[in-house]
């Protein structure tokens, strides 16, 4: 599953609020969240199942993780994973000003994002078929 949301990029008047060795920047990728403590959904298999699929389809990502030393935000990824047990990521396009009324992001990444989830559309819909026709064959 894709929890699809936004990722804090550098923010060139707040550069501090990032981590200098983690950082995220507009039009140059989906960002894939972790955390530590599961404040995003992410963890190592879905991470590695969609860094592949990217690489198949040259779509750039970044990752990004919440400082250390402060308080971040979470998405509802987690929330909905708590009830189901399937594999999930939390991906995000990068921007500025978050929750202000002057949001900002790449037009690249959107079309990154876009392109991402009608691939992973089309692969869940073959899945679906070869599930289906292997149901039907037994």
């Given at each position: 599953m894709l929890s699809?949301?936004?990722a804090h990029a550098v923010?060139?008047?707040h550069p501090d609020k990032t981590d200098k060795n983690?950082?995220?920047y507009m039009n140059e990728g989906i960002v894939v969240k972790s955390h530590a403590g599961q404040k995003y959904t992410s963890d190592g298999v879905s991470i590695a199942i969609f860094r592949?699929?990217?690489k198949k389809v040259n779509i750039p990502i970044q990752f990004f993780a919440n400082r250390s030393d402060m308080e971040g935000g979470s998405t509802l990824g987690?929330?909905?994973m708590s009830q189901v047990s399937m594999n999930a990521i939390d991906i995000g396009l990068p921007q500025l000003a978050?929750?202000?009324a002057y949001e900002t992001a790449g037009v690249k990444d959107c079309y990154y994002m876009m392109k991402q989830c009608h691939l992973v559309s089309v692969v869940y819909l073959k899945?679906?078929?070869i599930k289906k026709s292997k149901i039907c064959l037994s």
């Open positions: 699809c949301d936004n923010h060139p008047n983690n950082c995220v592949d699929i990217c987690n929330i909905a978050m929750h202000s899945w679906l078929a």
